[in-house]
Protein backbone atom coordinates (compact mmCIF):
# COMPACT_ATOMS: atom_id res chain seq x y z
CA UNK A 1 0.00 0.00 0.00
CA UNK A 2 1.51 3.25 -1.02
CA UNK A 3 1.32 5.86 1.29
CA UNK A 4 2.07 9.74 0.82
CA UNK A 5 2.55 12.16 3.84
CA UNK A 6 2.52 15.71 3.07
CA UNK A 7 4.11 18.75 4.86
CA UNK A 8 6.07 22.32 5.00
CA UNK A 9 2.62 24.14 4.31
CA UNK A 10 1.74 27.46 6.30
CA UNK A 11 1.27 31.03 5.69
CA UNK A 12 3.29 33.48 4.32
CA UNK A 13 3.92 37.00 2.43
CA UNK A 14 3.69 37.54 -1.13
CA UNK A 15 7.27 37.04 -2.48
CA UNK A 16 7.99 34.87 0.12
CA UNK A 17 9.10 31.27 -0.11
CA UNK A 18 8.15 27.83 1.21
CA UNK A 19 9.30 23.92 0.79
CA UNK A 20 6.46 21.40 0.67
CA UNK A 21 7.83 17.85 1.41
CA UNK A 22 6.33 14.23 0.83
CA UNK A 23 7.35 11.43 2.95
CA UNK A 24 6.59 8.24 0.38
CA UNK A 25 6.47 4.75 1.55
CA UNK A 26 9.84 2.68 0.52
CA UNK A 27 10.99 2.49 -3.49
CA UNK A 28 7.67 4.99 -4.13
CA UNK A 29 9.75 8.18 -5.23
CA UNK A 30 11.82 6.24 -7.06
CA UNK A 31 10.03 3.75 -9.04
CA UNK A 32 7.18 6.13 -9.27
CA UNK A 33 6.72 9.44 -11.62
CA UNK A 34 5.58 11.69 -8.81
CA UNK A 35 3.61 15.18 -8.89
CA UNK A 36 2.55 17.88 -6.99
CA UNK A 37 -1.55 19.21 -6.90
CA UNK A 38 -3.19 21.98 -5.81
CA UNK A 39 -6.67 23.17 -5.13
CA UNK A 40 -7.34 26.45 -4.48
CA UNK A 41 -10.95 27.87 -2.83
CA UNK A 42 -13.86 26.64 -5.45
CA UNK A 43 -10.95 25.52 -8.08
CA UNK A 44 -10.90 22.06 -9.71
CA UNK A 45 -7.81 20.48 -8.78
CA UNK A 46 -4.98 21.15 -10.94
CA UNK A 47 -1.60 19.92 -11.76
CA UNK A 48 1.56 22.35 -10.33
CA UNK A 49 4.82 19.98 -11.41
CA UNK A 50 5.93 16.50 -12.11
CA UNK A 51 9.02 14.38 -11.99
CA UNK A 52 9.78 10.92 -14.23
CA UNK A 53 11.37 8.71 -13.22
CA UNK A 54 14.58 9.50 -15.03
CA UNK A 55 14.51 12.45 -13.18
CA UNK A 56 12.40 14.99 -16.23
CA UNK A 57 10.26 17.43 -14.92
CA UNK A 58 7.36 19.52 -15.67
CA UNK A 59 5.62 22.40 -14.22
CA UNK A 60 2.45 24.83 -15.26
CA UNK A 61 2.81 27.60 -16.84
CA UNK A 62 2.29 29.60 -13.96
CA UNK A 63 5.03 28.54 -11.46
CA UNK A 64 7.48 28.27 -13.92
CA UNK A 65 10.23 29.66 -13.05
CA UNK A 66 9.39 29.99 -9.80
CA UNK A 67 8.89 26.46 -8.29
CA UNK A 68 10.93 23.36 -8.45
CA UNK A 69 10.18 20.05 -8.10
CA UNK A 70 12.99 17.47 -6.65
CA UNK A 71 13.18 13.96 -4.95
CA UNK A 72 15.61 12.38 -2.67
CA UNK A 73 14.95 8.36 -3.38
CA UNK A 74 17.50 7.49 -0.61
CA UNK A 75 14.92 9.03 1.89
CA UNK A 76 11.88 8.40 0.19
CA UNK A 77 10.99 11.64 0.16
CA UNK A 78 9.34 14.20 -2.77
CA UNK A 79 10.52 18.15 -2.46
CA UNK A 80 8.43 21.33 -3.88
CA UNK A 81 10.48 24.51 -3.27
CA UNK A 82 8.06 27.44 -4.42
CA UNK A 83 9.82 30.85 -4.69
CA UNK A 84 8.65 34.18 -5.13
CA UNK A 85 5.02 33.25 -3.95
CA UNK A 86 1.75 35.19 -4.96
CA UNK A 87 -2.11 35.37 -3.10
CA UNK A 88 -3.08 33.10 -6.28
CA UNK A 89 -1.35 30.29 -4.87
CA UNK A 90 -3.05 29.99 -2.16
CA UNK A 91 -4.57 26.31 -2.19
CA UNK A 92 -4.20 22.75 -0.92
CA UNK A 93 -1.39 21.24 -1.73
CA UNK A 94 -0.94 17.46 -2.62
CA UNK A 95 1.36 14.90 -3.69
CA UNK A 96 0.75 11.97 -5.86
CA UNK A 97 2.17 9.17 -7.50
CA UNK A 98 1.19 7.51 -10.78
CA UNK A 99 2.12 3.72 -10.67
CA UNK A 100 1.40 3.25 -14.32
CA UNK A 101 3.42 6.29 -15.93
CA UNK A 102 6.19 3.68 -17.67
CA UNK A 103 3.66 1.44 -19.02
CA UNK A 104 2.04 4.14 -20.61
CA UNK A 105 5.65 6.15 -21.66
CA UNK A 106 5.39 8.94 -19.99
CA UNK A 107 3.73 11.48 -17.25
CA UNK A 108 1.51 13.85 -17.38
CA UNK A 109 0.02 16.99 -15.13
CA UNK A 110 -3.26 15.20 -15.53
CA UNK A 111 -4.93 14.24 -12.01
CA UNK A 112 -6.36 11.51 -13.85
CA UNK A 113 -3.04 9.50 -14.07
CA UNK A 114 -2.41 9.44 -10.80
CA UNK A 115 -3.72 6.32 -8.41
CA UNK A 116 -2.14 7.57 -4.93
CA UNK A 117 -3.01 10.86 -3.28
CA UNK A 118 -2.06 12.20 0.43
CA UNK A 119 -4.12 14.33 2.24
CA UNK A 120 -2.97 17.83 1.34
CA UNK A 121 -1.12 20.60 3.12
CA UNK A 122 -2.42 24.11 3.03
CA UNK A 123 -0.97 26.55 2.11
CA UNK A 124 -2.02 30.80 2.19
CA UNK A 125 -0.02 33.08 0.89
CA UNK A 126 -1.37 37.06 1.53
CA UNK A 127 -0.69 40.28 -0.15
Known amino acids: QVQLVESGGGSVQSGGSLTLSCAASKYTVSLYCMGWFRQGPEKEREGVAAIGSLGDTRYANSVKGRFSISRDNAKNTLYLQMNTLKPEDTAMYYC?????????????????????WGQGTQVTVSS
Open 96 to 116: AADSTCRRRGGFTLSTSDYNY
